[in-house]
């Protein structure tokens, strides 16, 4: 593996052990390591705090001996990953068909207007960031949101706030 220390504006990305050891074992699992980009850049974005910066473009390059342009491709290309910082809880809400039916587009606006941010703006306090998204695939228990990892379905304004103000509780702020 190729040692990369990348920079980037002053910011410095580097992955874990376990992140390197993450990547090398995705290059060895696939006969083409093409096919290792995406999980390798859901590493990268969990390990960036949320998202995928161009230094961490940069350092998966490197040691994955791929070229940027085809990791950028892809980084491009799917909307799970981020480009842009986020906050420490990245609340997506679906405003696909089955959800805005059901009110996920009201959902996502009440959710920017209690908490003061526009769609993708990260809450002064670093905590928040509010996205409208296509289908996360839950149509049946619409409307819903993703915070983070975490799936919250069948939800109006109140349970929304609720799940919210309880982890951000939880994450201190």
Known sequence: MAEANIQNKNNLFQLSPEGK???????????N??????????????????????????????????PEAHIWEVAKFYTMFNKEPV????????????????GGRELADHLCQTYSLNAGEVSSDGMLTISRVECLGSCGTAPMMQINESYHENLNPEKAEQIINELRAKYGS
């Open 21 to 31: 050891e993450f990547v090398q074992g995705e290059l060895s699992r696939y006969e």
């Open 33 to 66: 390591k093409y096919s290792a980009i995406i999980p390798c850049l859901y590493r990268c974005q969990k390990e960036n705090q949320g998202w995928v910066s161009p230094a961490c473009i940069r350092y998966l390059s490197q040691i994955m001996e791929i």
């Open 87 to 102: 906050g420490r809880l990245h609340i997506q809400v679906c405003c696909n068909i089955s959800c805005a039916l059901n």
